[in-house]
């Protein structure tokens, strides 16, 4: 089923690379990333670094810890590691010591946030350049003074002296995605009169004056990276060519590497999520590395092994910077050093991480329940375990016993492993999705877990010790007067192409399943309205990914009718009411997408056996993915200690 290995190994991705001296082992690099983990005052604890230890020791090259704030007035969240004074030191060193320890490179991001700050976090005003509120806090800033923004280039200067004392072979300045440093570069946002501002020279000093700074205090050979944003993707903002003039000033001012994203968060385009092909942003960066000539990596969207070989290997990039991918999969690199792509967990788009990050919480993946690396022990006695239903909690589920010992039976009564996940591909940008399927399906092929249709509850005592429940969800309907005038598909029936529609078409719920089968629906040229009895549109999807799909639901002209029912439908005509009013709306099909109820009915049976078991995934109660492979690791182990 899964193709051979492929020899991998001599692609340049995985030679290495001199940056001011500097060896990294290859051209990997994870950048810093919002974690959230918990620590009491200074102390850190061993999430943090378990967390850089498993990507070091996965075969990343150079890994860059942070953000950590230089001044308190620059602090983004209560979780968050500084570097702007002493006392941060011992968590410092055992952050680059657990890098190194696993065998990468370790280096610091140094950041302060300006208007980006939050007072219920720092307990002071944020402040900015310019007395300009930013769309993604919404608190007015203070303006700096000449005296304070001296202080701040001071801290940064500060902040990299404690880096390289921590034992980090690198700093790297944040100059992207909206923070300080972009506030000061950004004709938007920046509007001093002053020697920090006015013209395009004026508004570079204050990144001029840090790099000058950090050179004094570090040595102008120490290796100093430059997170840049290759277009801000804002009105008002940098454009590329803008960008391009500041790469040529950064190269003039010492810095030895740009790490080249894009956009602020202020940005209205979308710029994360899968809407956004993979390597969009490889051209941008490409741009800068043949004008500037400085060693150039390339971030976002870029998690499929090929790209970035193709990237590096066709001169377009000295390195690939990825987060997801390796949050994903921390054994990334040297899987794909080994051509073993398949046995890769490849990042799905789902942006969870980015929802948590936003929203202040501790990181999360929705596809790698253990981001500080799994440490499954062998079982203390291995049980025959039939787990019921192929979807993404079996699978999990059936994969994490295998590879502990345990003889497993995975049964699946259709044809195609996967579960509600396999519709859930098939709207537009959802592929993706796809990578779990194939992973989990790869996994069990591996580790040789048989793989069944159905099974005897007569005899399944005989057979087995325990059983999993993870039969997942079936779909709702519901009874609207004078629907049996039309023809009615439930949204799993359109997904999987079994409905024979007729135009046009109304969606009744607009949750996640509701809107992205409007999209689908749309991409096959139908004329779709929703009509939603909540409030509020798409109550169950995360922040990142919500107000793209929205925006291109508008865009496309699809009507979202909230707070509404339809109470008839006669003549090919549905009644649309809500509090304020009464619509007609011309109506050839209705789907249903009102969401789903768990599969029962199989515990009276497991239960009659006399059997153990544990009821995980869509079976306990319909949710999320990143519910069902939680749930799938858990009953593979801390359910099975408790009777191995």
């Not at 995985?14 to 001011?20: D, E, G, K, R, V």
């Not at 943090?48 to 090259?61: E, H, L, M, P, S």
């Not at 079996?394 to 003889?407: F, K, Q, T, V, Y």
């Amino acid at each position: 089923m899964f193709s051979e290995k492929t020899d991998m190994a001599t692609a340049k991705l995985f030679t290495p690379i001199q940056i001011s001296g500097l060896t990294v082992k290859n051209r990997i690099i994870m950048p810093a990333m919002i974690l959230n983990y918990p620590f009491e005052r200074y102390d850190i604890g061993d999430d943090w670094t378990r967390f850089y230890y498993q990507r070091a020791v996965g075969g990343t090259g150079l890994i860059i810890a942070g953000a950590c704030h230089v001044d308190p007035a620059g602090r983004m969240d209560a979780h968050q590691v500084g570097a702007d004074r002493d006392e941060w030191m011992p968590a410092l060193e055992k952050i680059a010591r657990a890098i190194k320890d696993g065998g990468a490179v370790p280096a610091l991001q140094l950041n302060h946030a300006g208007r980006y700050s939050k007072k219920k976090i720092t307990g002071m005003e944020p402040v900015a350049p310019t007395a300009i509120p930013s769309r993604y806090t919404k608190e007015v800033p203070r303006e700096l003074t000449e005296m304070e923004i001296e202080a701040v280039i001071e801290s940064f200067a500060a902040a990299a002296l404690r880096a390289r004392r921590a034992g980090f072979e690198a700093v790297e300045l944040l100059g992207a995605t909206g923070y300080l440093i972009s506030q000061f570069l950004s004709p938007l946002t920046n509007q001093r009169n002053d020697r920090f501002g006015g013209s395009e020279e004026g508004r570079c000093t204050f990144v001029k004056e840090i790099i000058a700074a950090v050179k004094a205090s570090v040595g102008s050979d120490f290796p100093l990276i430059f997170r840049q944003s290759s277009t801000d993707n804002i009105p008002g903002g940098m454009n590329a060519d803008d960008q391009l003039k500041l790469s040529t000033c950064l190269k003039a001012w010492g810095v030895h590497l740009l790490n080249v994203t894009a956009g602020w968060h202020d940005a209205p385009v979308h710029q994360i999520g899968p809407s956004v092909d993979q390597g969009h942003y490889i051209p941008y960066a490409t741009r800068i590395r043949q004008e500037v000539g400085l060693p150039v990596s390339c971030a976002m969207r870029i998690t499929e092994p090929d790209i970035a070989r193709q990237a590096i290997d066709e001169d377009r990039l000295d390195m690939v910077t990825m987060a997801r991918a390796l949050i994903a999969d921390p054994e990334w690199p040297n899987k794909a050093r080994a051509g073993n792509d398949a046995a890769i967990r490849k990042c799905i788009c789902c942006c969870n991480c980015f929802d948590q990050a936003f929203a202040k919480k501790q990181i999360e993946c929705s596809i790698n329940p253990v981001l500080g690396g799994e440490t499954l022990g062998p079982a203390k006695t291995v049980r025959r375990v039939l787990v019921m239903g192929g979807g993404p909690a079996g699978m999990e589920a059936a994969r994490i016993l295998a590879r502990r010992g345990h003889r497993v039976t995975l049964v699946e009564k259709t044809k195609q492993l996967g579960g509600r996940l396999v519709i859930g591909s098939k709207p537009p940008h959802k592929a993706e999705v796809n990578n779990l399927i194939r992973y989990l399906a790869y996994e069990l092929e591996t580790l040789a877990v048989p793989i069944v249709n159905t099974i005897d509850f007569d005899t399944i005592a005989e057979q087995f010790d325990g059983v999993i429940l993870a039969a997942g969800a079936k779909e709702k309907t519901l009874s609207i007067p004078g629907m049996e005038t039309v023809p009615v598909y439930l949204s799993t029936e359109v997904l999987d192409d079994r409905a024979e529609l007729k135009d046009p078409v109304i969606i009744v719920g607009a949750g996640l399943v509701g809107c992205e089968t409007a999209e689908y629906l749309h991409s096959k040229n139908f004329n779709v309205s929703i009509v939603e009895l909540q409030a509020k549109s798409l109550p169950d999807m995360g922040a990142s990914l919500r107000w793209p799909l929205l925006q291109r639901l508008k865009k496309a002209g699809i009507d979202i009718y909230t707070g509404s029912t339809i109470s008839d439908i006669a003549d090919g005509m549905a009644i649309v009411s809500s509090r304020e009013k009464r619509s007609s709306l011309p109506v050839g099909s209705l789907v249903l997408a009102v969401g789903f109820a768990a599969e029962n009915g199989l515990e009276a049976a497991i239960e009659k056996a006399g059997l153990p078991y544990c009821v995980i995934g869509d079976q306990k109660a319909p949710r999320r993915i990143k519910d069902a492979i939680r749930e799938g690791h858990l009953a593979a182990t801390a359910w099975m200690a408790e009777w191995e």
